[in-house]
């Protein structure tokens, strides 16, 4: 594990103890009435309609979020290619994420360490929006992966944000693609969040132990973490990874509610999110926010919370 002097979150932790991350970024734009069930969901929105999302990034901001993660999770070439969208222009919509978080910041006045961009790499099966990504079933070898991920992170990173967001990982070949993808990278800085089915593993079955311990290993890794996993399971995972790291941990949990990949629709009833974040807190985590289903509204009293510290064990 390399210093935190030069983790991108450094000088956030070592100003606030606590960093506060944004929420879904669809989950706001659906509240604004935006209809998402495509394909490409919030991507779609890098070519149709870019002020939304920079309008959602402010308001992210206005809540109190120290970190804006682009619209790029859903953004891969495969996936643009599907809708039409020829190379060139998918490097533009690439590119004009990470330019649109940045406006945003630009436009926001805050005192101490700036708020960081975070450029997302959502994983692998995220692209063929079949709702594998929630079961980590990957019909790809580790090569095929890391090539996958390889082209966009390329462009992405040479739009300059301050660390890259692997994000909702389900499966452990693909933690390894994307480690070899950062061997490679000799910029920027990467946070790894994985997405989880029970207090152990991720959704394949692979322990939680042994990708953070091969996170722990590599350089450049800013964070590592779950996001998109339900908060009932989150505490319990979080003592699991500071168990085998001293690497900053990040979780954001979504609301509880269960995606169901078929019909485009979220099922069931929301958990304790906010118990669920002051838990993991206790439990070692130092980089909290939201996922799916978890708005600015929420992610406002978040920041009000930990500003007061008053979670609880």
Known sequence: MESLSRNPFGPLLDTRGL?????????????????????????????????????????????????????????????FAAAGIDRSEAEELLRRSTRLARAAIESHEQEGPGPLVAASIGPYAAYLADGSEYTGRYDATRSEIAAFHRERWEVLASSAPDVMACETIPNGVEAEALLDVLAGERRLWAWFSFCCGDEGH???????????????????VAAVGVNCTAPHLVPSLVARIRAVTDLPILVYPNSGERYVASSRTWRGTDEPWMTAIDRSIVAGATIVG??????????????????????SP
């Open 290 to 311: 939201g996922c799916c289903r978890i708005g600015p509204d929420r992610i406002a009293e978040l920041r009000a919370r930990v500003d007061r510290g008053d979670w």
């Open 19 to 79: 960093v506060v991350l944004d929420g879904g970024l669809a989950t706001a734009l659906e509240g604004e009435g935006h209809a998402l069930a495509d394909e490409l969901w919030s991507a779609r929105l890098l070519r149709d309609d870019p002020g939304a999302i920079t309008a959602i990034h402010r308001r992210y901001l206005e809540a109190g979020a120290d970190c804006l993660t682009t619209a790029s999770y859903q953004a891969s070439y495969a996936g």
């Open 202 to 220: 991720l959704w394949d079955g692979t322990p939680i132990e042994r990708v953070v311990e091969a996170c722990d290993g590599a350089e450049r």
